[in-house]
Each structure stands twice: as structure tokens, then as C-alpha cells.
């Protein structure tokens, strides 16, 4: 008969062994797991005090209407390849959920390559995700600097101007203060800023990694600009390097979804690969709705049918928006809209833009009009730059 296995906190024991096994298990180091272990909650799965799996959570607010909700950011989870096959990763999953739901979480992202996997456990992708590539020479050609000051450097306000611009957007995260600085050491980014010295309106940070040939590969990590005149700028600063840098790569989930490098181009000559996109479950209906933000002008009610965590029955709810706040409340009765919890998550996002495409990812409706008023209660649109 097999041990028993046990989930527990790692302390510096069993932290060292996670630390070694997420190596083996990924096949190279994960740094995050040293550099994050001040500010992460760590459990691990043990059989006989030896650790067989793990993963690491934050809890860190998403920016939803522009309000912070909290949510159980996941990473670096991993199980030893000889144990895999047998559902620890989901037990494991859950152990650490279940900590961070105590803490205070109403939602959980995460970045995986394992889609199928967790949309089986609940998560779902709110908006598709791009990398993007384009010749510097080209870039060079469709933008030209203007004359805005750029400095180099991160500075408070710079750092404030993220936070400003990150709640026009549905996702983002709320960074903490440690955040900047845990990111700059993690990629080795280079950061400049645009506009006044004490008033920024751009915030640019890329990562230089030497050519194996000649010259270097230059990525863009960080595109935060208030308006498109300082978005235009960054872009021109971009190309300036054309002389070192080929190509421009801006990794996955980077610009955000406006056309501030398509819509300008001279030529379109560029690549667009898709990637594994982020991942949002809502992990408690009443605290999300509740703490999220809502748009000031809408008064509504609509009665919904949500899938039970199970997915096997269906709960009857009434939503309701109005001046700014939102409640969610359970119902005898059913309502005019069905949604499971995966498309709820969407929702909750701001990923469905149309009724048209609520309909075409399976969402149910007795009244279109009814459907329509749901979806402009989101107003922002979905977007997460932040990786983890």
C-alpha cells in the first residue's frame, strides 16, 4: 500500500527540496521560487517527509472596474515526473487554493500551458494572447520621434502612472510595491520613461540578450502609455535601436488591445504568435461581484443561472448593478441567462464584447436584450501584461 501523502507550508527544509524538484521537474532552474519566497505562500506534497510536488501562490489584487479584488496569483506548481499520472497535481492545486481563499481571495490566475487541464478545474481564458515580431526598420518607418523628454530610470511617479493606466483595463495586476523591482531583477529590464520629469505619460521596459552572431535581441516587456502621441514616441525610441536590434519582440500579452503599433504601421510586416493565455476562475461568486467595480450609470437586475461548482445543477441568482456597486444573491426562481463557471469567468472579465459572441462561446439566453444589459455591466476590456 502506498504512504500517505501529506500537504503542508514548506519551510526551509522542504522549501530546498521543491526548489530542486521544480529543476528536474521543468528542466532548468526556476528562479521565482527563490526570489519570491518572501512574498509567496509555498505548499508542497510529501510522501514519507520527501517532497513529491508543489507550488507557490500571492495574494495580490486584480484590477477589475478599477477596483482591486483579491485574487490567489499561481506559479511555479510542478509534480515529480515519476508521480504524475495519478491526480496530485490537483490535490496539490487545491491545498494551496484552499490557503488562499482563507486569506482573503476571491479569484485565482494563472499562467499554464496545461489549458485543457485547468478549464477542467474551472479556469477559463477571458481574451486571446499575442507575441508580436517586427523588423526594426520597419518600425523606423512608420514611427519618428516628435521631441518627448525620455529618461532613464524607474521613479515613483513612473511607477504610479502603471498603476493609473493598469484600472482602465480589466486583469491587470495591482502591483505591489516589491513587484517592480522582483520583475527588473527577473528579466534584467532596462526602463525608460517618457513626458515631464514629475507627470509621465509612458512607462517602456525591455530586456537586451546578446546575438549568438551579431548584435542583440531586444524584447519589450512593459508598453504602458497614456495617450497615443506617447505611444507613437515609445515606439520611435523602439526603432532607434535598428542599428543593434533587427527585430522588436514584444512578449505575449505585452501591448495591450488597441491598435497603438498595427494601425500605424507602413507595411504590415510583422508576426503575431499565439501563446497560452491567462487563466481566470472565480472562487467566490458573492466576494467578486461585491468587490469589483461596476459603472457608475447602470441600473440594472438581472436574474442569471449559474453552473454549481460541480457543474452537475444549476443555481439561481439575481444580479444587481447600481451607482457603482454590485450584488449577487441567490433566487428560488431560474433566470433569463445560463452560464457555467468558466463563462462566467469571461464575463466577470469583460471578455464577451457582444451578445453575438456570448451565443458562440455557449452562453444561453431567453431574451437578447436581457443578454446584452449583462455584457455592458463590464465596461473595461480584459487585458493581463503581468507574468508570475
Avoid at 476571491?106 to 499554464?112: K, R
Avoid at 525608460?192 to 509621465?200: K, L, Q
Avoid at 440594472?300 to 443555481?315: K, R, Y
Wanted: aromatic share 8%; glycine share 8%.
Amino acid at each position: 500500500m502506498p504512504d500517505a501523502i501529506e500537504i503542508v507550508e514548506a519551510d526551509d527544509e522542504l522549501w530546498q527540496q521543491y526548489d530542486a524538484l521544480a529543476t528536474r521537474s521543468y528542466g532548468h532552474p526556476v528562479r521565482d521560487i527563490t526570489r519570491l519566497r518572501p512574498h509567496a505562500d509555498i505548499r508542497v506534497a510529501l510522501r514519507d517527509g520527501r517532497v513529491i510536488a508543489g507550488g507557490l501562490g500571492i495574494l495580490a489584487p486584480q484590477l477589475f472596474g478599477g477596483a482591486p479584488v483579491p485574487s490567489a496569483l499561481l506559479s511555479a506548481g510542478c509534480v515529480a515526473p515519476e508521480e504524475r499520472g495519478a491526480h496530485l497535481a490537483v490535490d496539490t492545486l487545491a491545498e494551496r487554493l484552499r490557503h488562499l481563499r482563507d486569506q482573503g481571495a476571491v479569484l485565482s490566475t494563472l499562467w499554464t500551458a496545461s489549458n485543457g487541464h485547468v478549464r477542467r478545474l474551472g479556469w477559463e481564458a477571458p481574451v486571446p494572447v499575442f507575441a508580436w515580431s517586427i523588423a526594426t526598420d520597419d518600425l523606423k518607418r512608420s514611427f519618428t520621434r516628435k521631441g518627448m523628454p525620455v529618461e532613464h530610470g524607474r521613479t515613483i511617479e513612473a511607477d504610479e502612472l502603471q498603476r493609473r493606466l493598469a484600472r482602465q483595463w480589466n486583469g491587470p495586476v495591482l502591483r505591489p510595491d516589491w513587484w517592480p523591482a522582483w520583475i527588473d531583477d527577473k528579466q534584467q529590464l532596462t526602463t525608460y520613461r517618457f513626458g515631464p520629469e514629475r507627470s509621465p505619460t509612458g512607462l517602456l521596459s525591455f530586456a537586451m540578450k546578446r546575438h549568438e552572431r551579431h548584435g542583440m535581441q531586444l524584447t519589450v516587456h512593459d508598453f504602458w502609455a497614456a495617450d497615443e502621441e506617447t505611444a507613437g514616441e515609445m515606439m520611435a525610441f523602439l526603432a532607434g535601436h535598428h542599428t543593434r536590434a533587427p527585430v522588436i519582440h514584444f512578449r505575449r500579452s505585452t501591448l495591450p488591445p488597441y491598435p497603438a503599433l498595427l494601425h500605424r504601421l507602413h507595411r504590415y510586416r510583422l508576426t503575431a504568435e499565439a501563446w497560452h493565455p491567462g487563466m481566470l476562475r472565480i472562487l467566490d461568486l458573492q466576494g467578486a461581484v461585491r468587490l469589483r467595480g461596476w459603472p457608475d450609470d447602470i441600473d440594472i437586475a438581472v436574474p442569471v443561472d449559474i453552473a454549481s461548482e460541480n457543474g452537475e445543477t444549476w443555481d439561481h441568482y439575481l444580479l444587481e448593478v447600481k451607482g457603482g456597486a454590485g450584488q449577487i444573491t441567490e433566487t428560488p426562481t431560474g433566470g433569463e441567462v445560463r452560464l457555467t463557471r468558466r463563462q462566467l469567468a469571461v464575463w466577470y472579465a469583460g471578455g464577451y464584447r457582444t451578445a453575438a459572441a456570448a451565443r458562440l462561446a455557449g452562453v444561453t439566453t431567453r431574451s437578447d436584450k436581457v443578454l446584452n444589459a449583462l455584457i455592458r455591466t463590464t465596461d473595461h476590456e480584459p487585458w493581463l501584461p503581468d507574468h508570475f
